[in-house]
C-alpha cells in the first residue's frame, strides 16, 4: 500500500444506507468498475471539467492521501477523462478512487491499477489538454450535489454520499 493512504474501514454502501438513511445520497447512475479495487471510501475531492483532463492529471499527480476524487465531466462520451497512466498515477500516489461522470479508456490497464474506478464507460478517444476545469468546487452528479470534502462510498451496488464517515 502508498505510503500516505487513510486506512479506511470497509463499508458496504447498502450498510451504510440502511445505517444512515436520508443523512446520505445515492449517486443515481449506473456507473462501471473499471479499477483494480472494487470496493472504496474517502474523502471527495472535486472537479468539473469537460473533455477536458489537464486537471484530472494534475490532481492525481499530488498525494491523494486516501483520498476519492470526483469528476463531474457532464455525462460526456466524446472522449476519455482517464486512461492506464493517469491511473497508474493516482495507484502510486495513494488514490484511494476516482468516480468519473464521464468516459474512460485503456481498460485492461486500469484493471490492474490498485485503485477503484467507476465511469459510465469507455471511449477510445484521448481529452483535449487546454487546462480547462474547476477544482475543489460543489458539483452535481444525477441531481445529487457532491461537496468537497464529503464522504464518498463506493462498491459494486453503488456510490453513496455522506457530509461525514459513517459509522457503523
Known amino acids: 500500500m502508498p505510503l500516505g493512504r487513510i486506512i479506511t474501514p470497509k463499508l ?9 438513511g436520508d443523512a446520505v445520497s445515492v449517486l ?12 472504496f471510501a474517502g ?50 500516489n495513494g488514490w484511494e478512487g476516482i468516480v468519473i461522470y464521464g468516459r474512460v479508456r485503456d481498460q485492461h490497464e486500469l484493471a490492474r491499477e ?17 487546462g480547462r476545469g474547476q477544482v475543489n468546487v460543489e458539483i452535481a452528479i444525477g441531481g445529487v ?8 462510498i463506493a462498491d459494486a451496488d453503488g456510490v453513496v454520499i455522506s457530509k461525514e464517515l459513517p459509522s457503523l
Open 43 to 92: 474523502p471527495a475531492v472535486t472537479l468539473k471539467t469537460l473533455d477536458d483532463n489537464t486537471k484530472v492529471r494534475a490532481l492525481l499527480e499530488t498525494k491523494g492521501e486516501g483520498r476519492v476524487l470526483v469528476v463531474d465531466g457532464g455525462g460526456s462520451s466524446r472522449v476519455a477523462l482517464l486512461g492506464g497512466n493517469l491511473a497508474g498515477l493516482a495507484a502510486k
Open 28 to 39: 443515481p447512475v449506473d456507473f462501471h468498475d473499471y479499477g483494480g479495487t472494487l470496493d
Open 114 to 130: 490498485d485503485v477503484g474506478i467507476k465511469a459510465l464507460g469507455s471511449c477510445p478517444q484521448k481529452s483535449e489538454k487546454l
Open 145 to 152: 450535489t457532491v461537496h468537497p470534502g464529503n464522504w464518498v
Open 12 to 20: 458496504a454502501t447498502a450498510d451504510v444506507c440502511d445505517a444512515m
